[in-house]
Each structure stands twice: as C-alpha cells, then as structure tokens.
C-alpha cells in the first residue's frame, strides 16, 4: 500500500483502533513470489514491516536485474543479518505460505490489487487517507454504538 | 532583758495599790500592767548560718515528678509524618506500532490485535 499508509499507522494503528492485515497478491511472477518471500525472510529477524516498506519504497528496482540480488541488496540496506536472509530466500522458506495465502484471497473473489477490506467492506484499487478516514471513522461509530 | 521587763513589770503592779492608798480615791481606774513579749524578729531566723544545719538533719530532697500519660486520656494525634499518596502508576499505552503478529490464516498483522477496525491490504510489493 503504502501512499496513504504513515498516515493510517499514525492516526489508527499507532493508537490502537485498527489493525493492519497484509495479504500477498502474486501477480507478477516469479518476482512477487521472491519479494513475499523475501518479506517473511525478513520477519524471521522481526523485520516483516521494516521490510514491507522498504520493498514498496524500491518498487520500481524489484521490475529489472537478478531480483533475488537486488532483495539482498535491499536486505543488507536494512541491517538485517545477511547470511540468514540469503539462506531463507535461497531454500524459499516460505513458497507454500505465500502461494495459499493467494489463493485463499482467490477463493474469496478478490481480484487485481491493491484491494482493501475495511471491516468486510471492499475498496478497489488506490485509496486516498481521507477516503480509509472516512471509512475508518464510519466503523469506529458503528462498533463503539454497539 | 525580758526578765528585767517582766520584774519592772511586777513591781510597778505591786506598787501601785499603795499610790492609789496614798493618793486617795482620785483615780477613776487602776493602773493596769501589760507584760509585752519581745519576740525575735524574722531576720533572725534568716541570718542563721548554714552551720547551724546538722548533716544529720532530714533533708528534703526533692523528688522528681514523673508525668506519666493517663490511660484515659485520649489517644495521642498521629505523628506528622506525611504518609505518602500512593502514586497513580499510569498504565503505558501499548506501542501498537511495534505489535506484530498473525492472524488465524497466518496473515502478518501489525498493530491492536482486538482492534474495532480490521483492515487488510491485499498487495504485491510490484
């Protein structure tokens, strides 16, 4: 996602009214399947996040060259322990995680991506914060009614 | 000296019936002696000197009073010792930014896992 992302983690994660899910969507190949990979690498080191976002920051680097050279190179960038990384990503540790993670978003008909679910609530394509403020606020009013 | 009074004294009463003899009946009352006393005058007794107090003489010794505090009174105040106010420890807010963990499906979650609002990001990092 990103975009619109530091603005949700600061008004909602950070004071614990929403929680952020991310689910992989495999669709461009071999590199998604890397690059999902190459997140959960990182969260062996309790990096999932940090990495995440770095990944989104060098979206335009993962479409060209050796991709699992540049994911290292990206993995070395964010101090994590290189050696354990590459082991992860050269065993594709986690290949049948990320392959029925997507599948299950599949089997529940979402489709393309960015796709976000606000509460069951569907939101195709890029949203701006104020469109996630605005559907964030509607759910707190309906939860704290309740 | 009081002896010489007392004598003076005792004569002039014994004496005067005869005047009165003497002169007739012209006194309308008889003389009447008074015996005066001379007794010691306080100063005297003050400037006694310290000899004169024998070592055997009781001595007053003064003895000292114990204020003991009565079982009836009140109890005393409790002492000024400020008993502190227990300090509110404030609870610290969950640092929701740093809270990872997976969901059912094995979905990396970040933030309030009972949070209101769940929202989930269906992306490829491309």
């Not at chain 1, 569907?122 to 009614?145: K, M």
């Not at chain 2, 610290?92 to 930014?97: A, G, K, S």
Request: aromatic share 8%; hydrophobic share 40%; charged share 15%.
């Amino acid at each position: 996602m990103l975009g619109a992302e530091p603005l949700i983690r600061e008004h909602y994660i950070k004071t614990g009214l929403v929680k952020l899910v991310f689910n992989p969507v495999l669709s461009h190949g071999d590199r998604s399947y890397q690059s999902h990979q190459a997140a959960e690498c990182a969260g062996e080191q309790e990096r999932f996040w940090a990495f995440h976002d770095l990944l989104f920051e060098n979206q335009d680097s993962l479409f060209a060259g050796d991709i699992q050279a540049t994911l290292k190179q990206l993995a070395t960038e964010a101090s994590l322990d290189t050696a354990g990384f590459a082991a992860c990503l050269d065993e594709q540790r986690y290949l049948d995680l990320i392959v029925s993670q997507d599948e299950v978003r599949q089997q529940h008909g979402i489709r393309g991506q960015p796709v976000f679910d606000i509460n069951g609530e569907l939101f195709f394509g890029a949203q701006s914060f104020e469109v996630f403020q605005t559907v964030i606020e509607a759910q707190l009013g309906q939860t704290s009614g309740q | 000296m009081r002896r010489n009074l007392a004598f003076v004294l005792m004569l002039l009463t014994a004496l005067a019936p005869a005047c009165g003899g003497a002169a007739g009946s012209e006194l309308a009352e008889p003389v009447r002696a008074a015996i005066i006393f001379v007794t010691p005058s306080p100063t005297a007794q003050l400037t006694a000197t310290p000899e004169a107090t024998s070592t055997n003489a009781p001595v007053a010794t003064a003895t000292p009073v114990v204020l003991t505090e009565a079982t009836d009174l009140p109890a005393a105040p409790p002492p000024l010792t400020a008993t502190p106010e227990p300090t509110p420890t404030a609870t610290p807010e969950p640092d929701w930014l740093n809270t990872v963990g997976r969901t059912d499906d094995n979905l990396v979650y970040l933030g309030n896992p009972d949070a209101p609002v769940t929202l989930i990001d269906y992306s490829d990092f491309l």
